[in-house]
């Protein structure tokens, strides 16, 4: 058996890139929104998943929002570390922010085993006294998002954005949901898909849209 090298031309990365959207593009199942569809069809690059075309749910003006938050400086917090690796922190970088993810910090970890519940939840609350109202991607943890609830209705928090994509079965429709009706501008996958890499996608779609 021939190798793929052998058979065909390998493309390079651009091109493979280029010809990836292109591809979804003719596959789209209906038009969408101009400003919403560059976030959407990256989160399908990801993922290879056209469900997030009826999925993935904007509040009015939240990429408006993000991407003037972005330019005033604002950083990301995030729920994991593999999230954190995808965020161009590069381009971010350039207007001034940075990417933070507390779930490995020792106090994090403490204060979660001390109190029964889990890091995520506690690294929101780490993010709460930090003085800065955050842009939040969170791909993997429900339980990050009924603490920025919280934390939210409490006045001791007011996010950028929360972009709400985590992946699972418990807690995560409910979760998704209950981000939906809080104050805030949000990005939210409703129904039980989406991951650190879909938070991540979110994330450079509005970054490689700043121009």
């Known amino acids: 058996m021939k190798s793929l090298t052998e058979r065909d031309k390998i493309l390079p990365p651009a091109e493979i890139e280029r010809r990836s959207f292109e591809i979804i593009e003719q596959e789209l199942p209906h038009p969408l ?4 569809a560059p976030i959407i069809k990256r989160v399908i690059h990801t993922t290879a998943d056209f469900s997030y075309v009826d999925s993935l749910c904007f509040s009015d003006g939240a990429i408006e929002c993000a991407r003037q938050a972005i ?18 922190k590069e381009k971010l970088s350039i207007y001034g922010g940075k990417v933070h993810c507390f779930m490995a910090d020792t106090d994090v970890a403490a204060q979660a085993k001390e109190r029964g519940i889990t890091r995520a939840a506690v690294s929101m609350e780490k993010s709460a006294i930090m003085g800065e109202n955050y ?8 339980t990050a998002l009924l603490k920025l609830y919280d934390l939210i209705a409490e006045g001791r928090l007011s996010p950028r954005l929360i ?37 991540a996608a979110v994330c450079n779609a509005l970054l490689y ?3």
Do not use: W
């Not at 842009?135 to 429900?142: D, T």
């Not at 709400?164 to 409703?190: C, D, N, S, T, W």
């Open 135 to 142: 842009i939040y991607a969170i791909g993997n943890a429900p």
């Open 71 to 88: 330019r005033e400086g604002c950083s990301i917090v995030t729920d994991t570390n593999m999230a954190k690796a995808g965020i161009n």
């Open 33 to 36: 929104d101009a400003l919403q």
């Open 163 to 199: 972009i709400g994509v985590p992946v699972g079965f418990v807690h995560v429709v409910e979760a998704k949901e209950l981000i939906m009706q809080a104050p805030v501008p949000y990005i939210v996958a409703r129904g039980r898909k989406g991951g650190s890499n879909v938070a």
């Open 209 to 211: 849209g700043m121009e």
